[in-house]
């Protein structure tokens, strides 16, 4: 079975800080995606990223980055320089395809505090 | 990233009326949907998953006769919560996928459901 932990629950940070929120998954498939979708609070998913299991290169955008390391089975992502906007929670994901649900971690709850 | 559209955002409705919930691909076909429910500062559960042209399939503890689902055309499900109860009210949200394995499937924006 699938299973995907986001340990951390709540974080706060202080703008401008740097923060890594961790991911682990569990998976007995050899290929699958992983996704990090951040959650507003009007409730719709922004998709972050999507990642293929064949794929362990890290990833930079702007101000965020992934980190994939099949070794660890862990997706962690990081933002660096935290702004107030990027409160919100963010939850990582696990699929086989494209056509399989999603599994999703708890989610964590980000507040960034000015 | 293709658009998926979810209509209502937000429906507040008595106990013991029913709710539909519609899912639209605008641009492309949706040969699966999936159907999540969210309680308040919880994850997503995954409800069910609908093929176009076939029954749902429903994840186990989802009662198929309250959540009817319905994915009658490539473009379009439905979410129809029957009788609806207090204890219904969380936020549901749709994803569609074109299929296949190297495919996306894409999230609409959600509807927030009260039942009072």
């Known amino acids: 079975a699938q299973k995907v932990t986001q340990a951390q629950t709540e974080i706060s940070v202080v703008e401008k800080e740097d923060v890594t929120l961790d991911c682990v998954y569990e998976?007995?498939?050899?290929?699958?995606?992983l996704f990090w979708y951040k959650q507003p609070p009007s409730g719709e998913l922004v998709f972050l990223i999507r990642?293929?299991?064949?794929?362990?290169q890290n990833e930079i955008s702007g101000r965020y980055s992934w980190n994939f390391q099949k070794s660890t089975s862990s997706f962690n992502f990081t933002i660096t320089a935290s702004q107030v906007v990027d409160s919100a929670v963010y939850f990582c994901a696990l699929s086989f395809s494209g056509n399989t649900p999603l599994v999703f971690g708890k989610g964590t709850r980000l507040s960034v505090i000015a | 990233g293709a658009v998926v559209s979810q209509h209502p955002s937000r429906v507040i409705c008595k106990s013991g009326t029913s709710v539909k919930i519609e899912c639209r691909s605008l641009d492309f076909q949706a040969t699966t949907m999936f159907w999540y429910r969210q309680f308040p500062k919880k994850s997503l559960m995954l409800m069910a998953t609908?093929?176009?042209?076939?029954?749902?399939?429903?994840e186990q503890g989802v009662e198929k006769d309250k959540f009817l689902i319905n994915h009658a055309s490539l473009t379009l499900s439905t979410l129809t919560v029957t009788s609806a109860q207090p204890e219904d009210s969380s936020f549901y949200i749709c994803s569609a996928s074109s299929g296949g394995w190297n495919t996306e499937a894409f999230f609409g924006q959600g509807t927030r459901l009260t039942v009072v």
């Open positions: 990642r293929n299991s064949f794929d362990e």
């Open positions: 609908s093929n176009e042209g076939s029954k749902a399939t429903y």
């Open positions: 998976t007995r498939d050899t290929t699958y995606y």
